[in-house]
């Protein structure tokens, strides 16, 4: 990463620079876990970015929010419990609350700076914190799932950064099993899952880790505009639960209120390219 004043240029493992243009940088600081950085951009608005990777911005965030969200809350047979884990910018918790049947959404974010920041300079994101259904702990996400005495979640939400720093523990076989302890039995498991083009090990990986515990692990793909190659995908898991049967209640409900979800999306999202469906396990 680099602030040079006018750019603020993400550099993806010396292979691609991605850039926006700066029009005012309004938070920069070292938590004891990352670089969190908030600035204004012409492109997309304000932006958030950790150790350097653009995480979100005002003008493209609910291209990541709402397919992460919605995919899994539309078609859980029950979305009375939801665990999000990390969404420290608060647009996964103001999706999720967006859903009148979530009676308790408990978000465990490792980072109280990321928190503090978005709360203060990102509140268009973060709508929702007020809801009293939300139920914030500043933690351990990986140890939540691994050791807390919780009542079983209907939803288990990961959104989680890049697999570097604190990140790096919400990609393997561990904290999957953690879920799967934490799940209820019909629960959905839905987890930001990288893009398939550029971090291809990641993704791979992963769609081979979820099986063990799974029975259903379907991958399904958006864009988001300010990552990189801006295809991205997503990954939808549940040991009953089939992703393509959609609750009509449910999407009534919130549809109108999206800018990129909808019904048609929802479907077209499974549908994978050849270069993707060679990835995954058995193929
Ligand atoms: N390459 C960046 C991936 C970031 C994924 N998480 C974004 C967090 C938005 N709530």
Redesign the pocket.
């Known amino acids: 990463m680099a602030d040079s004043g006018r750019w603020y240029d993400e550099v993806f493992e010396d292979r691609i620079r991605l850039g926006l243009k700066v029009k005012e940088m309004l938070f920069s600081e070292r938590s004891d876990f990352q670089q969190v950085d908030v600035f204004d951009t012409d492109a997309f608005g304000r932006t958030?970015a950790i150790d350097g990777?653009?995480?979100?911005s005002e003008g493209d965030?609910r291209f990541?929010?709402e397919m992460l969200v919605h995919v899994a809350l539309c078609t859980a047979p029950s979305i009375r419990r939801v665990l999000v884990i990390?969404?420290?910018?608060g647009?996964?918790a103001r999706e999720v609350l967006r859903h009148p049947e979530v009676e308790h959404c408990k978000m465990v974010e490792i980072d109280r700076v990321v928190v503090e920041a978005a709360k203060k300079f990102l509140p268009a994101i973060g709508s929702a914190w007020d809801d009293p259904r939300l139920d914030l702990t500043i933690g351990d996400g990986i140890a939540h799932v691994k050791e807390a005495e919780v009542e079983p979640y209907d939803v288990v939400i990961l959104?989680?950064?890049?697999p570097v720093g604190p990140s790096e523990g919400l990609f393997n076989r561990d904290f999957y099993a953690g879920v799967d302890r934490v799940l209820a039995a019909d629960g959905v498991f839905a987890l930001?899952s990288?893009?398939p083009v550029l971090m291809s090990p990641v993704f791979r990986a992963l769609q081979a880790a979820l099986p063990e515990f799974f029975a259903t692990v379907r991958p399904y793909l958006g864009w988001v505009p300010i990552?990189?190659t801006a295809m991205w995908s997503w990954t939808f898991a549940s040991r009953t639960v089939d992703p393509t049967v959609i609750i009509d209640s449910r999407i009534d409900a919130i549809e109108a209120g999206c800018d990129v979800y909808n019904r048609a999306i929802h479907e077209a999202a499974f549908a994978l390219p050849g270069f993707v469906q060679r990835m995954l396990p058995g193929a």
């Open positions: 958030l990777i653009l995480q979100t965030e990541y929010h990390g969404g420290g910018d647009g996964t959104d989680g950064s890049d930001q990288e893009s990552y990189g």
